[in-house]
C-alpha cells in the first residue's frame, strides 16, 4: 500500500528488463537488483517492527483483560476475572463500571446506562423491571443493580457487532503521509524529464526515418539504439525516486518505538511516535493516576473531637472514646449508607468488596468493633440514590425497626455539611449547628484537605412515618456525624517523572473534580505545584472570559472542575 514502494518495484522491473535488453546478463541486471534488495530491506524491517509491536500487544491485550468483577456464583459473593464469567452468574454493578456480558436486570436502584457505544444514541436508558435487557460493552452511568448474565464473550451483542466489522489497513502517519506526498511529486517530475529525455534523444533517428521516408523499416541497430535511449530514462526515474526514503522512515519511527518501550510505554500507532514528539502540556487526574488509589482512614472528627486513627491501639479504644449513641448512629450510616459489602469467602476469610473510598469506611468500621451483617440486619433499605459526580452525595432511607424513617447522607464535605443544621457535640447531645460550630467543622476539613487527605461528611436525619418512597430523599435538615480524612499515597515515581517532564520542557497540569485543598496538596507533593504556580476553582475558572483565560493558563498548575473536565483539558492545552 506504499505508494512510494509501489513505484520502486515498477522502476525495479522495468530496469532490469531493459538492463538485461540493453547489456546482456548480469551486468544489465545489477541497478533492478539493488532496487529489489532495497525493497526487500524495507518490508523486512517493517514486518519486523510490527511483529513485535503484535506480540507486544497481545500480551498488553491479556493484561487488559485481567478485569476483576464482583459476582454472586455458588452462593458466594466474590471477585472473578471477566474471562472467567459465565451464563448464570449473578453481576453487582455500580457507576462508572462497564457491563461485562449480557444479562437481565433482578434488582437495583436508579440504573442508568449508555448505549452510544452500541446505538450511537447519546440519551442514558433506564433500566428497570420494564427495561431488563443490559448490554456488553454499554456503562453505568447511575445507580447499582444485580445483573443475571445470560450471554459472554462473541456470543454476546457486542461480540456479534464486533465480529461483523472487517479490520481495516493501518493508517499511515503524518510523516510517511507527507514523504509519500513527497515521492509522488519527486516520481512526477521525474517521469516527465524522463520522457522528455526520450523523445530528445530518439527525435533525431525518427526525424531521419522520416526524411528518408523509411519510418515503417527498421533494423536491429535502431532497435537498440531506441533501447538504450528509453533506459537513459528508466535510469533518471530510478534516480529520481529516492529509494533510501522509505527505509529512512520506517527505521526511524522503530527506533523511536523501540525506546518508547523501553521507558514502558508501548505504541500500537507508529504516528503516536510522532505526536509525543510535539507534546508541550499534560494533563493529568489525581485519584488513581497520580494517587495509588489504595485508601484508608487516617483522622476522623466525631463529636467535635479529632482522632488519628493510623494504628491499632487508637483504634481500639476509639469506641470507648465515644457516647453509645453517636458510636451506633456512626455505624449504622457506614454500614448501611454504602455500594460496598464485607462478604465471607470461600475460604471462611473476611473480605471487604466496592470502590477504594468504601472499602477505606468499611475498614474503619471495623477496626471500631462494628458487625456489618448485625447492623444491615437491624433495619431495612427502602430507598437509596447512589453516589455520583453530580450530586457528590449518596443517600439512603433506613425503616426503622420500631416505626418512622432515618435518612443518611454522605459525600462531599462542604456540600453535606452545608445541608446540616444541627450536630452530635461530645456528650452524645445534638445540637443546633451555630455559626461557630460550623467555622469550626468547615477548619476541621479545610486541616484535613491541606494534609492531603481526602474528606467525606457523614449526617443523618430523623423522618416521621408520613415519608412515603416515592418522596425524594430530604436536601437539608441533618445532623452531622462526623468527619473522616482518608489518605490516598502518591505512586512511587511520580515527583521524578514530574521532574523529567519538566526539564524536556513540558508543563504538568492536574485537573480533579476533588476539594481544592486536598489537590494543592497531592500536586505540592508531586512538584506539580511550585511557588509561583496558580491552583484555581472551577466556579472561578468557568468565570474568566477567553482572554483572561489566555493570562491564567500559562500559570496555572492545579484546576478544580468537578462537572466540566473536558473542556478544562482543553483550556490548559493552550
Known amino acids: ?65 485481567k478485569i476483576s468483577i464482583q459476582v454472586t456464583r455458588d452462593g458466594f459473593r466474590q471477585r472473578i476475572l471477566m474471562d472467567d464469567l459465565l451464563p448464570g452468574d449473578v453481576v453487582h454493578l455500580a457507576v462508572g463500571d462497564q457491563v461485562p456480558a449480557d444479562g437481565l436486570f433482578i434488582s437495583g436502584y436508579s440504573v442508568l446506562i449508555n448505549e452510544s457505544s452500541l446505538t450511537g444514541e447519546s440519551e442514558p436508558v433506564v433500566i428497570n423491571e420494564d427495561n431488563p435487557f443490559l448490554l456488553s460493552g454499554t456503562k453505568v452511568l447511575d445507580g447499582s443493580c444485580k445483573m443475571l448474565v445470560t450471554a459472554v464473550g462473541m456470543r454476546t451483542l457486542w461480540g456479534k457487532l464486533m465480529a461483523a466489522i472487517t479490520e481495516s489497513g493501518d493508517d499511515e502517519t503524518p510523516l510517511q503521509g507527507k514523504l509519500n506526498g513527497v515521492a509522488n511529486t519527486i516520481g512526477n517530475i521525474g517521469l516527465f524529464f524522463a520522457l522528455l ?31 538504450e535511449h528509453f533506459a537513459i530514462a528508466v535510469t533518471i526515474v530510478v534516480v529520481a525516486v529516492p529509494e533510501g526514503l522509505p527505509l529512512a522512515v520506517t527505521l526511524s519511527l522503530a527506533f523511536a518505538m523501540k525506546k518508547m518501550m523501553n521507558e514502558k510505554a508501548l505504541v500500537r500507532q507508529l504516528a503516536a511516535c510522532e505526536t509525543m514528539g510535539s507534546a508541550t502540556v499534560i494533563c493529568s487526574d489525581k485519584t488513581g493516576t497520580l494517587t495509588t488509589n489504595r485508601m484508608s482512614v487516617m483522622k476522623a472528627c466525631i463529636c467535635g473531637n479529632i482522632m488519628e486513627v493510623t494504628n491499632p491501639p487508637v483504634l481500639s479504644s476509639f469506641s470507648s472514646k465515644l457516647p453509645e449513641f ?13 455500594a460496598g459489602e464485607v462478604v465471607i469467602n470461600q475460604d471462611g476469610k473476611c473480605q471487604i468488596l466496592g470502590t477504594p473510598t468504601e472499602a477505606a469506611l468499611l475498614d474503619f468500621a471495623l477496626s471500631v468493633h462494628g458487625d456489618f451483617k448485625e447492623k444491615r440486619q437491624e433495619t431495612k433499605i427502602v430507598k437509596v440514590e447512589p453516589f455520583n459526580s453530580t450530586k ?8 426503622l425497626p420500631g416505626g418512622g424513617y432515618r435518612a443518611h447522607c454522605k459525600g462531599a464535605s462542604e456540600l453535606v455539611l452545608a445541608a446540616c443544621d444541627k450536630f452530635i457535640d461530645a456528650r452524645g447531645t445534638i445540637v443546633a449547628l451555630d455559626k461557630s460550630a460550623t467555622k469550626k467543622l468547615s477548619d476541621i476539613i479545610e486541616t484535613f484537605s491541606k494534609e492531603a487527605l481526602r474528606t467525606l461528611c457523614l449526617a443523618y436525619q430523623e423522618i416521621d412515618d408520613s415519608f412515603s418512597i416515592d418522596e425524594q430523599i430530604p436536601l437539608q435538615g441533618y ?96
Not at 457528590?392 to 425503616?399: P, T
Not at 507533593?525 to 477567553?546: M, W, Y
Open 479 to 574: 445532623t452531622c456525624i462526623g468527619i473522616v480524612g482518608i489518605k490516598d499515597p502518591v505512586r512511587p515515581g511520580v515527583r521524578q517523572s514530574v521532574a523529567t517532564c519538566r526539564s524536556a520542557g513540558i508543563a504538568v497540569r492536574m485537573v480533579t473534580g476533588d476539594n481544592i485543598n486536598t489537590a494543592k496538596a497531592i500536586a505540592r507533593e508531586c512538584g506539580i505545584l511550585t511557588e509561583d504556580g496558580i491552583a484555581i476553582e472551577g466556579a472561578e475558572f468557568r468565570e474568566k472570559n477567553p482572554k483572561e483565560l489566555l493570562e491564567l493558563i500559562p500559570k496555572m498548575q492545579v484546576c478544580h472542575v468537578p462537572n466540566n473536565l473536558s473542556l478544562a483539558c482543553k483550556f490548559l492545552s493552550i
Open 197 to 227: 529525455t526520450f523523445v530528445i534523444l530518439s527525435q533525431g533517428l525518427v526525424g531521419q526515418k522520416y526524411v528518408d521516408g523509411l519510418l515503417l523499416s527498421w533494423s536491429g541497430e535502431d532497435v537498440l539504439e531506441i533501447l
Open 326 to 338: 453517636a458510636l451506633q448512629i456512626l455505624l449504622e450510616s457506614i454500614f448501611n449508607n454504602t
Open 1 to 65: 500500500q506504499d505508494t512510494t514502494l509501489v513505484i520502486l518495484i515498477a522502476c525495479a522491473l522495468v530496469s532490469f528488463v531493459v538492463g538485461v535488453a540493453t547489456e546482456g546478463w548480469p551486468s544489465g541486471a545489477l541497478d533492478g537488483i539493488g532496487i529489489f534488495t532495497s525493497i526487500l530491506l524495507v518490508v523486512s524491517v517493517t514486518a519486523t517492527s510490527n511483529y513485535q509491536q503484535s506480540s507486544q500487544f497481545r500480551d498488553l491485550d491479556r493484561e487488559k483483560r
Open 392 to 399: 457528590k452525595r449518596m443517600s439512603i432511607i433506613l425503616e
